[in-house]
């Protein structure tokens, strides 16, 4: 059975890769997102180990699935019931083309106004991904790639 974990930078397309291998090949799909963050409080990370608890529960209760995040704190928790790992490594300036691009998210703001507002915050922070050092950092995720030891694919575009 199939389980994979999509992680990058914002933008990168995780959420477009993860939506169509769920389709297409009938997997579950989590989006990091949805349980990263505290309810009502857009900028406040909840508890790891509450985020722990929902990865583990939406893991046992999938045979197949898919987890796509920027999160390379939850990812690593997932990674001992991952077979694969697909690292979206793009280069920043079409991570932000994509970020101007992105349809409205509804799971995540009420409008698209409210999502377009946070845009330059967003074209920021994915500005500095080579530069952060956090758990959302390209050096975070180099780390989970490069230790990963199952099947795993590094989606690159040289430009």
């Not at 046992?60 to 999160?71: D, K, L, P, Q, T």
């Not at 998210?105 to 952060?132: C, F, G, V």
Request: hydrophobic content about 40%.
């Amino acid at each position: 059975m199939k389980k994979v974990l999509i992680f990058g930078n914002s933008g990168s397309g995780k959420s477009t890769l993860a939506k169509k291998l769920s389709k297409l090949e009938g997997l579950a799909h989590l989006d990091l997102d949805s349980l990263a963050w505290m309810e009502n409080q857009p900028l406040t990370r909840r508890p790891l180990v509450a985020s722990e608890l929902e990865i583990k529960n939406f893991v046992s209760a999938n045979e197949a699935w898919v987890i796509e995040g920027c999160y390379s704190d939850l990812l690593l928790l997932a990674t001992p019931f991952a077979n694969e790992l697909i690292f979206m490594n793009l280069p920043i300036n079409i991570c932000i083309e994509n970020a101007r691009q992105r349809p409205w998210e509804p799971h995540k703001y009420p409008s698209k106004k409210a999502q377009d507002a946070n845009l330059d915050m967003l074209i920021d922070w994915i500005e500095q991904y080579e530069t952060r050092d956090d758990t959302f950092s390209a050096k975070a995720h180099k780390a989970l790639y490069d230790n990963f030891a199952g099947t795993k694919t590094e989606i690159v575009i040289n430009q």
